[in-house]
């Protein structure tokens, strides 16, 4: 199945958040390992690259849960909780935001390689956590950051000679400069990543 299911080629705007949206889509489609993801619970974001710098932080996965799925947790005395976000009416369970415009100045395989990269991290549960593969700083990439990298290039690899996938849309050849001068406008939405709420957790008479 290779339909085109992206259009912003004959677009005005350049809608970054949906169409990103829709590559994040077409990926947790068309990948196995991602056949637990509910992409209409992800909403795609950006933040502003701090330097104009190549190498650095390309994207960052918000869950929007604690340890389990949980919507609160106690803690020495405290209960913190996480606003619900909503978008479109859907509550969602993880926000991707992607650094502009370092991330659209990478090559299609490496923009490819941050979206799975993140979609990595979501729960095999989908439920608001993020996926731990050891214990302690290494729970998001493991023992070694060199071999997880390796399996997210494998995903990519078998993502793009996959009949699965959609045709890969022409922007995403694109960097920020190309970007620039094919749209009349780079639209970009900003969502706002929810504060943890801290209270004195109320003591249960015993």
Do not use: W
Not at 21 to 38: L, N
Not at 68 to 76: L, Q, T, V
Not at 121 to 148: T, V
């Amino acid at each position: 199945m290779t339909s085109d299911l992206f259009n912003s080629e004959e677009a005005v705007i350049f809608d970054f958040n949906r169409e990103y949206m829709g590559v994040v889509r077409d990926v947790a489609r068309a990948c196995e390992e991602f056949g637990h993801i509910d992409s209409g619970r992800i909403a795609v974001s950006y933040s502003l690259a701090r330097t104009n710098e190549r190498h650095g932080l390309q994207a960052k996965i918000y869950p929007l849960r604690f340890e389990g799925g949980a919507r609160e947790k106690i803690s020495n005395g405290y209960k913190f909780s996480i606003p619900p976000v909503y978008y479109d009416g859907v509550e969602i369970f993880y926000i991707i935001s992607f650094c502009i415009p370092r991330f659209l100045n990478l090559t299609i395989s490496e923009k490819l390689e941050t979206i799975v990269h993140e979609l990595f991290h979501i729960s095999p549960r989908f439920n608001g956590d993020i996926r731990r593969l050891s214990m302690g700083s290494k729970a998001a990439h493991g023992s070694s950051h060199e071999i997880f990298d390796r399996f997210v290039a494998k995903i990519v690899k078998r993502y793009l000679y996959s009949g699965e996938r959609s045709v890969l849309p022409r922007f995403l050849y694109y960097d920020y400069k190309k970007l620039k001068q094919s749209y009349a406008e780079i639209k970009l939405e900003k969502l706002k990543i929810p504060k943890i709420i801290t209270e004195k957790a109320v003591s249960r008479p015993e």
